[in-house]
């Protein structure tokens, strides 16, 4: 059985250039993924976008908004390839960090309900859930409800 080896993987502040290698991983992974265009307009909006790199290549990204008291992850993702291996619970410590230098006192995030695997991640992190907005995600068969979870820093 071979070994896997060990991952040291960089965050840096994204740029208009990975946003090709982004979007490849957000259409792999979200059935209703973000355009280029939201990502573009992320960037140009001074939200705290973030990849997460190894030799050149981009394993994962996020986007965190800093408000007044509170930060909010807009959206995180792993590329699939290199899933299960802690590089999300690497990102989200990565981000409550940031949000903590930025003086917030609270990370948001919303996720869907039917995310079982994320919402299980957050909540061992310290998240918890503090409500339900209805029919926030598209789906398949109509909308389905994201649950909104908060950590209090």
């Given at each position: 059985m071979s070994q896997t080896p060990p991952l040291h993987p960089e965050i840096r502040p994204m740029c208009?250039?990975?946003?090709?290698?982004?979007?490849?991983?957000?259409?792999?992974?979200f059935?209703?993924?973000?355009?280029?265009?939201?990502f573009s307009d992320s960037l140009k909006a001074g939200y705290l976008c973030r990849v997460m790199e190894e030799n050149l290549t981009i394993l994962g990204y996020s986007i965190l908004m800093i408000g007044?008291?509170?930060?909010?992850?807009?959206t995180?993702?792993?590329n699939p390839d290199w899933q299960r291996r802690g590089l999300g619970e690497k990102m989200l410590h990565y981000l409550i960090d940031l949000s903590a230098e930025h003086g917030a006192k609270s990370v948001l995030l919303?996720?869907?309900?039917?995310?079982?695997?994320?919402?299980?991640?957050?909540?061992?992190?310290?998240?918890?859930?503090?409500?339900?907005?209805?029919?926030?995600?598209?789906a398949m068969c109509g909308r389905e409800d994201a649950l909104v979870m908060q950590l209090r820093l």
């Open positions: 208009e250039s990975d946003l090709d290698q982004v979007i490849r991983i957000e259409r792999q992974i059935l209703f993924p973000w355009s280029l265009a939201n007044p008291d509170e930060s909010h992850i807009l995180l993702g792993i919303d996720v869907r309900e039917s995310n079982q695997g994320a919402a299980r991640l957050y909540r061992q992190l310290g998240f918890e859930q503090i409500g339900k907005r209805k029919g926030y995600y598209p």
